[in-house]
């Protein structure tokens, strides 16, 4: 199988380098990475362990690209007009993209691009940041979640879910509706109140205001889910999450980073979407509505500030 | 009437100086600014006419001070518990107190500390700051709605009402629910909003997704004002007060100059008791309750902050 990397930010980067890493065929597309990655090769600073790939097909261009049976995307959303450019050149006619990004709604948005391609979720559990050009930093947790949208080659997933456990890493096939609301449950309050408090995971959880904050947040996603139908989601769920968390070291959500580097903020699909599926479920979030308003009055403020 | 004056911060200040200068018998407790006063008198810069008391009846302690037939209370609310010591030594069987200061519930409070004396609201529609010992600037707007709590005395109450529009004060009288609710329709959204977004009314007003914000909030509060019978407030309020507010100079709340000097903030007041009636009538304030817990968490941060 060939594997095609686009947007090779921490995401994408550390699940191509672990497939890499056990002898996959992967194909990075790379942009302000590419001459560091094309002379040095990747680097995975690990702590599950560190290590480099020296010689990685790193390209700059998709039109550059071999046609592949996996594309994984590891694109912020806020990139998502890029998609038309960039993903055409890897499909073949049976080619299985996955998302690996946030939010909710986003299969339903590349389906409407590309009515044909086969898409899957993917949802990472995992704390990772790419700070430097060419090195990604795992920090914390790895574990990836595959949901099935549109992908009619059982075959092709299955090779998939093997490979990615080949690779070590811990991969599992669950629902889609679950899949991608169970990671908005963690999703939604941390990256946000990151932003709003300007607080990591852990200082948020430190304080009891705060944290019964999350909770109620966490209650309300679980809320929507289950409005619209994923009844697998059940609010014991939020003091799991809550528990996940506390065990995990301290971090900052990518929308946090995103935030401290005056970078566009996924607000569009990691809130505005998602409230407005529940709306239409007949189902309000006031909590996250509300955060999102904030989100939308700081990003407008730091976008201006150089 | 002997008039006292109990915390000659910016609004006590303010109001005790507009009575003093209509020549009504004002006596002020100040604290850290009493020796600016005593030397150096109290001074108004104003919008409506700037203006200096070259001699007023200033007093460091309050068991020196006369009894008095009226007691306006400018105090912030996170120093209620000094009520019990600075007030008992002004009090006559019939005083009247006036309690200016911020939140709902405020009238309750005091009422349980003294059973017996006559209690009035005061809700200031004002922008003024203190900045410096003795200075008090007034900056824009400055009514007043007085509120009978548990006042017997209509004399009294006529006497003050007469006094205060003497003094060149817009005042008047209205139904305590009513003007208590009426100003936490401003409060409740401003005040919070202004720390949580670090912005001055205006940068709320003038951005969508938070002017947005300060709608639902005001909402909010007139939705609880109602549940507890408050009918006179109804929902086009919010947009008179939004209106009002875009008529202001662009103003920092009192709430966001606390916060900026690392001060205590008016959270019990201003939204820990308001949210908790309203849950005792059957209302759920989601958004004001979110805030209140981002409020205690920038709270607990801030307070630790040199």
Known sequence: MFYGII?????????????????KDVHFLLHSDYEQVATNGLQVDSVAGSFTLPAVNAYRRAADMPPCDVVLVGLKTVNQHLLPTLLPPLLKPDTLV???????GVEAAVQQMFPH??????????????????????????????????????????????DLTDAGIEAREV?????????????????????????????????????????????????????????????????????????????????????????????????????????QAGFDMPRLSMLEAQLRFEEGRTLKTP
């Open 7 to 23: 947007g090779t930010g921490a995401i994408g980067g550390y699940y191509g380098a672990k497939l890499a890493r056990a002898g």
């Open 98 to 104: 996955v998302l690996i990004q946030n939010g909710v």
């Open 117 to 162: 391609v086969q898409l899957a979720a993917g949802l990472a559990f995992i704390c990772v940041a790419k700070n430097r050009p060419g090195v990604v930093e795992h920090l914390d947790k790895g574990s990836i979640d595959i949901g099935n949208y549109s992908c009619r080659d059982a075959a092709r997933m299955a090779h998939l879910m093997a």
């Open 175 to 279: 629902e889609y509706h679950e899949a991608r609301w169970r990671k908005a449950v963690w999703n939604m309050p941390f990256n946000g109140l990151s932003v709003a408090l300007r607080a990591t995971t852990d200082a948020l959880l430190a304080d009891e205001a705060s944290h019964g904050l999350v909770r109620a947040l966490m209650l309300e996603v679980i809320g929507a889910a289950r409005a619209l139908g994923v009844e697998a989601l059940t609010p014991e769920l939020a003091d799991r999450m809550i528990a996940y968390t506390l065990a995990m070291k301290p971090y900052s959500p990518s929308m946090k980073l995103d935030f401290d580097y005056h970078r566009p903020m996924e607000i569009e699909f990691l809130y505005t979407r998602p409230i407005a599926l529940a709306r």
